[in-house]
């Protein structure tokens, strides 16, 4: 356990980047949607809502992918072995999706204070990812951006493995899955049945339960996939 406490911390040497970075991201996309909404008639919809907060999301992936291909060679240097860098990280990731639900949950009671920031808009929670409990809401805001946080931490694995052409043929999988998947659903003429489905679904489904499951799933394809990553 100790050892993965020591990994754990090498996140924290640069802070900036894997816990600032994200927010100063996020903090910008909020004031632009801020000056947008006030500025146009965007605000006069009721209930409106922007994605502008997907690129705080975004950015997570994109800080766990520069952790683990700056910090693995690292560790593994000061003999810091993979499964302790890889649990390591996993408890970081843990701990900042909570603090990240947290956080958005305040954001999101704030904004319904000042009537989405005077301009009617939904940014922190967007649409149904807004919830009347607060500790709910962390959850709901935690489990996508802990979902997220794997993906990088998956890329990242990747591009240590298998260098930039194992990422390009990843990415070139996914893309022929989801295309397939598409075309599959497209042809049995099944979007209105997904439809359905997803409409039945409760909220604690669809943004906790499912990106939870997606979350062990591909903290399980990337425990496999690091155990044979060298420097």
């Not at 993965?4 to 640069?14: E, P, S, T």
């Not at 860098?85 to 999101?108: D, M, P």
Request: hydrophobic share 55%.
């Amino acid at each position: 356990m100790e050892r993965v406490l020591a990994a754990a911390r090498l996140h924290l040497i640069n802070p900036r980047v894997t816990q600032g970075m994200p927010w100063l991201v996020g903090g910008v996309s909020f004031v632009i949607n801020v000056l947008i909404w006030n500025m146009t008639p965007a605000g006069e919809a009721e209930g409106g809502f922007t994605g502008g907060v997907l690129a705080l999301y975004f950015t997570v992936t994109a800080a766990y992918v520069q952790a683990v291909t700056q910090l693995l060679p690292f560790a593994m240097g000061i003999s810091l072995s993979r499964r302790a860098f890889y649990l390591g990280t996993t408890l970081v990731a843990v701990v900042q999706s909570l603090v990240f639900g947290f956080v958005i949950s305040i954001l999101v009671v704030l904004e319904r204070a000042t009537g989405g920031w005077g301009a009617g808009m939904q940014f922190w929670a967007p649409g149904p990812f807004q919830v009347d409990n607060v500790a709910l809401q962390v959850l709901v805001s935690g489990a996508p951006a802990l979902a997220l946080m794997f993906v990088g931490v998956g890329i990242g694995v990747t591009q240590k493995r298998w260098g930039p052409t194992g990422v390009w043929t990843a990415m070139i999988g996914v893309l022929l899955l989801f295309g397939g998947c598409a075309v599959l659903v497209t042809g049995m003429n099944a979007w209105s049945t997904i439809a359905r489905w997803s409409a039945d679904q409760s909220i604690v489904t669809l943004t906790v339960a499912l990106p939870l499951a997606l979350t062990v799933a591909l903290a399980a394809v990337g425990y496999a996939g690091i155990r044979r990553v060298v420097p």
